[in-house]
């Protein structure tokens, strides 16, 4: 008997594990849309109490600024070289805001490259997904992240 209810308990957690990695796939094989009804929104728990929509974007849009700007690192070397731009980082949020498929779509050099690659990567991890038709769906983002010598 016991050996019975061990062999369903562990045919249902197969099942679920089985149903789990069906969604999974399901979820990542979506098409990555690129212009959706309302994009993705970086997520901020002090902006989330903001009750007006566009203040609450605006909000967050600060908060992804400020969170890039205070984890980036100017490379030594490009420092000394001077070298200053743009490098922009083109990454997919998922139906669940999570984030993958970092690419550097706009590049400067290798060094600011990857710092802009690390920050956007490491630290804009929470998002809102983006909706189309007001169903979340993955979506492409472009985060621009600009190195300018004081």
Same mark, same amino acid.
């Given at each position: 008997?016991?050996?019975?209810? %061990? ?19 399901? #979820? ?5 849309? @690129?212009?959706?009804?309302? $994009?993705?929104?970086? +997520? ?11 203040? #609450?974007? @605006?909000?967050?849009? $600060?908060?992804? %600024? ?7 690192? +100017? ?19 998922? $139906?669940?805001? $999570? ?12 060094? %600011?490259?990857?710092?802009? %690659? ?14 189309? @038709? ?17």
């Amino acid at each position: 008997m016991f050996i019975k209810a %061990l062999s369903v308990l562990a045919l249902l957690f197969t099942c679920n594990a089985l149903s789990a990695q069906a969604q999974e796939t399901e #979820r990542t094989a979506a098409p990555v849309t @690129k212009v959706v009804d309302e $994009m993705p929104r970086f +997520y901020s728990y002090e902006c989330e109490s903001i009750m007006d929509e566009d203040k #609450r974007k @605006k909000c967050a849009d $600060m908060a992804m %600024l400020e969170t890039v700007y205070k984890n980036i690192t +100017y490379p030594p070397n490009a420092k000394k070289d001077g070298i200053e731009g743009t490098v922009v980082i083109s990454f997919t949020i998922d $139906m669940d805001g $999570m984030t993958s498929d970092f690419k550097v779509t706009r590049s400067i050099r290798e060094d %600011l490259d990857q710092e802009a %690659l690390r920050v956007v990567r490491d630290k804009l991890v929470e998002w809102e997904p983006g909706k189309q @038709k007001g169903m979340p769906v993955n979506t492409q983002f472009n985060m621009p992240v600009r190195f300018r010598l004081k």
